[in-house]
């Protein structure tokens, strides 16, 4: 499965920014997509996910300003932003992960997309 992101950009801090994630198709019965990212000299973070059966989560410092959808005529999954900090500039990823047993974790996710540049201006 290839994926791919994009969407990143600069923006002004309050703002909002919506990025893509275009997937090619998965054949297994559960899986999910989620959105990561990583700050210059942090490591890499789970924000979101959806699976393919809609469920979604989202960790706490994004939960109220971010929504992750499923478009899958187009095999896309998309995260929209908004009320944007200047934290919150970061490489943005997404990653694919199997479902086993109903169980999933940040460490589920093994098959990764190239980024995309978020910056955000105070």
């Known amino acids: 499965v290839q994926l791919q992101a994009s969407g990143g950009g600069l923006v002004q801090a309050g703002g909002s920014l919506t990025l893509s994630c275009a997937h090619s198709r998965v054949t297994w019965d559960d899986y999910a997509i989620g959105w990561f990212r990583q700050a210059p000299g942090k490591g890499r973070e789970g924000l979101s996910y959806?699976?393919?059966?809609?469920?979604?989560y989202y960790v706490d410092s994004v939960k109220g300003r971010a929504t992750i959808s499923s478009d899958n005529a187009k095999n896309t999954i998309s995260i929209q932003m908004i009320g944007l900090k200047p934290e919150d500039t970061a490489v943005y990823y997404c990653?694919?992960?199997?479902?086993?047993?109903?169980?999933?974790?940040?460490?589920?996710?093994?098959?990764w997309g190239q980024g995309t540049l978020v910056t955000v201006s105070s």
């Open positions: 959806i699976t393919n059966r809609g469920n979604r």
């Open positions: 990653a694919l992960a199997r479902i086993v047993d109903g169980s999933i974790a940040w460490s589920s996710f093994r098959t």
